[in-house]
């Protein structure tokens, strides 16, 4: 059969989140707010404005191999991802709304040569109409070359870009409205079949939602109480997005380990950040299948039993 080719555009952005002094970096090229000259390494593009203006700045792009290096620079909006919440951007290819829309390079492509920087203007016009708050996104340079990835099972040759953007966080003026929520809790327990003769596990899934315009930092506290209000669980969660962006949906699952084989209870998420909160929560009955099993069957057994017992007198 005829090799098939393909190419899959894996766009790996390096948008770090190290400590401040420290540019978007991938090791071969790097990304950051041009110096404006005497003041402090910008680590990031802190900007603010009205609606209806426009903003005048520049970015460098550092080309740290030897040999010269071809990027395509753009604005690109920023998200969540859905699978952890963490920072990420959209491709040069999809459709940009916020700060990719409204961010215009001076040159779309540019040339570094090896070992050296080129530093490109650009302008950020903020539409009239724009929403009052948080607007994420950045300043990315695409790799022009496709380098040559494994394929899969010898018929896909597969094909990746890399790029490395510098994060740019426009404040628009206007009224400004933290709201955050937890929505969504389910649980999904797994037991043993005879209760004490393995280990048990509930898995919490929730979705927390940045409902304001505003990013947050939030902090997820997770409860549990069994039959007559026993507290059973209550501790901060570690797997939570260190920024929410405005209008962002995350879901999110946490394993409760060594969770209750044979009680009846709430699970509640209580949800902080900087000037809001938010809480959601569900219910459980933990019972052994077997247990439930022999419940069932001998209520199903008293049933009939009644049904034939009324039959009978029917008849008599």
Do not use: C
Request: aromatic residues 6%; glycine residues 10%.
């Amino acid at each position: 059969m005829r090799k098939l080719s393909a190419l899959l555009l894996a766009v790996v952005l390096a948008l770090l989140t190290a400590p401040a002094a420290h540019a978007a970096d991938n090791g071969n090229w790097s990304v950051f707010p041009a110096s404006s000259g005497t003041a402090a390494q910008r680590p990031y593009f802190y900007l603010s404005a009205n609606p209806g203006t426009t903003l005048d700045d520049k970015v460098t792009v550092a080309n740290k191999t030897s040999a010269p290096l071809t990027f395509r620079l753009y604005g690109a909006d920023a998200y969540n991802t859905e699978r952890d919440g963490g920072f990420a951007v959209r491709t040069e290819k999809e459709r940009q709304t916020g700060v990719g829309a409204w961010t215009k390079p001076a040159r779309t492509s540019v040339t570094v040569p090896a070992r050296s920087s080129v530093t490109v203007p650009f302008t950020l016009a903020v539409p009239s109409d724009a929403e009052p708050g948080d607007h994420v996104g950045a300043l990315v340079a695409l790799d022009d070359r496709v380098a040559p990835g494994p394929a899969a099972n010898g018929k896909v040759a597969v094909g990746i870009q890399q790029a490395v953007g510098a994060r740019v966080y426009l404040r628009v003026g206007g009224p400004t409205v933290p709201a955050l929520a937890v929505e969504n809790v389910s649980l999904s327990q797994h037991r043993p079949l005879v209760p004490g003769v393995g280990a048990s596990r509930t898995d919490i899934t929730y979705t927390l939602h940045n409902r304001g315009n505003v990013t947050l930092n939030p902090a997820v506290r997770l409860s549990a109480t069994g039959l007559f209000g026993r507290t059973l669980l209550g501790r901060g969660l570690a797997k939570v997005p260190s920024e929410l962006l405005p209008g962002q949906r995350v879901t999110l699952t946490e394993a409760w380990h060594g969770s209750p084989q044979l009680d009846w209870g709430d699970v509640k998420l209580t949800a902080t950040a900087k000037g809001t909160s938010g809480s959601g929560g569900a219910s459980f009955l933990a019972l052994p299948w077997l247990a439930l099993a022999i419940l069932l069957a001998a209520a199903a057994a008293f049933t009939g039993h009644r049904v034939l017992r009324r039959r009978a007198a029917a008849r008599a």
